[in-house]
């Protein structure tokens, strides 16, 4: 019993010498890891408060889904503009290139099968070039062999937990592929030559699939169940539906826009359409693993809050600029500006698409910015929601941060009109709701991000 007192006084002693120098008075733990409230490129970041939101004045439609009502949200992020054809490609293209990086890398272990392993990675051409990233079994920590040995050495196919080697460039002409393996996976990734368009064949869009995990964290906190009953995954076909140029107009000629629009140049700064609301929510989860790969990278930076689709108070807030009575983005009531010149892009007209310069949609950042720095809130297309419709949504939600969120409900608020509506869209506080699996012309997506603290100024 002695020797056990003794013992606990030793570790007492060693403790204490051993502190930071906190004399025994609480100080509090501080993360080792620098956080600073920064704002993600391309965004404005939106003060947050309390506003009306709803309809103000007449109700034209008479609709008689958004009474007036007090509610006050958060200060969050937004994106500037409309996510682009060009930022939507690149979400695209990693997609594609995980894949392709994938099968290159199981075609390599098939055909290397009896080989000397020892010796693949010094002398390596060919396929093998593109094998998962070799591990230093030699130097890793317990750790690390642990983590080898129980997680990534398992999975099959795509579902692989092994590294990828993403330092080897994919080599996309077919003139120089390395070998014969090479070529015998880049053929399983294009489409068939009879289904080639005077014999050129492209990648099978079909294929690009995305999967990811999330945690349903509200079901869980208002539950109290197992935490494995609310880790939820989904697959998801990344590359939006072009056809919608077609589908959406009958007795139209739009096939330029069906064949140009997400694939030439040209509109690379031009809002990406013809993506459905799950496809906007992948691309939120993608941001989010893109950005905080590249925090863990640095390792003494903390990870950032996921980005994610606005709920309808925030978009609707967002939209106003500060101007609470406002009826569009830029204030009252015109579309015009004293000028004569229109301020956003919409159907002025019946039958004239064109009459505010576009037939249309136009580059994301064209027109003035609300006082918050935030372009086309009103016009160009219509923006995804996190929020469920539902016509008694007003007086369901809550007065702080509402938003009536229903898993079930497959009708999904949008908002802003586009460039094929009337002006009455344009409204900030007007609404409008599409099915998530529905893909159109005129629908396209901002993402948000929440701030972290209180930005108080004395």
């Not at 690009?208 to 999330?214: A, G, Q, V």
């Not at 349903?216 to 140029?245: Q, S």
């Not at 694939?263 to 905080?292: D, I, L, M, S």
């Amino acid at each position: 019993m002695k020797k056990i007192i003794v013992l606990a006084l030793l570790a007492s002693i060693i403790y204490s010498c051993g502190s930071s120098g906190d004399r025994g008075e609480l100080v509090g733990v501080t993360s080792k890891r620098k956080w600073f409230a920064e704002k993600p490129y391309g965004m404005a970041k939106i003060p947050g408060g309390s506003f009306t939101m709803g309809k103000q004045d007449e109700d034209p439609m008479g609709a008689m889904n958004a009474p007036t009502k007090t509610v006050t949200v958060q200060p969050f992020y937004m994106d500037e503009t409309e996510i682009t054809n060009s930022e939507y490609k690149a979400f695209v293209h990693w997609v594609r290139d995980s894949i392709t990086r994938t099968k290159l890398a199981y075609q390599a272990e098939f055909a290397f099968l009896g080989g000397d392993e020892a010796n693949a990675g010094k002398n390596a051409e060919g396929i093998q070039l593109y094998a998962f990233a070799s591990k230093d079994t030699v130097n890793e920590t317990p750790y690390e062999k642990y983590m080898r040995e129980n997680y990534y050495e398992l999975g099959e196919g795509l579902d692989s937990l092994k590294p990828l080697n993403w330092e080897e460039e994919i080599v996309w002409d077919s003139q120089e592929y390395p070998d014969a393996d090479y070529v015998e996976v880049m053929d399983s990734l294009y489409i068939k030559k009879d289904e080639a368009l005077n014999g050129i064949r492209t990648f099978n869009t079909e294929l690009l699939n995305y999967r990811y995990y999330w945690f349903d964290n509200e079901a869980a906190a208002r539950t109290g169940k197992n935490r494995k009953d609310f880790l939820k995954d989904k697959v998801i076909n990344v590359y939006p539906d072009t056809t919608v140029w077609i589908k959406d107009f009958n007795y139209s000629y739009n096939d330029p826009m069906h064949q140009e629009y997400f694939a030439h140049k040209a509109y690379e700064n031009y809002p990406v359409v013809g993506v459905t609301w799950n496809q906007a929510k992948a691309f939120c989860h993608w941001r989010t693993k893109t950005k905080n790969s590249y925090q863990r990278s640095r390792k003494k930076l903390g990870l950032v809050p996921a980005f994610r689709l606005p709920t309808e108070a925030e978009w609707e807030y967002a939209a106003r600029g500060g101007l609470n009575y406002g009826k569009y983005p830029w204030g009252g009531p015109s579309t015009t500006s004293d000028r004569g010149c229109f301020l956003a892009n919409f159907k002025p007209v019946r039958g004239d698409y064109a009459a505010d310069g576009a037939l249309y949609t136009v580059e994301a950042m064209s027109y003035n910015p609300n006082e918050y720095g935030l372009f086309n809130m009103a016009g160009n297309v219509s923006e995804w929601t996190n929020t469920a419709y539902n016509q008694m949504s007003y007086y369901m939600g809550s007065t702080m941060n509402p938003n009536v969120e229903i898993k079930e409900n497959r009708r999904k608020i949008i908002r802003g009109g586009s460039w094929k509506d009337v002006a009455y869209f344009l409204e900030v506080s007007s609404r409008d709701w599409e099915y998530a699996d529905t893909a159109r012309s005129y629908i396209g997506f901002r993402t948000v991000q929440d701030y972290l603290g209180t930005n108080k100024s004395n």
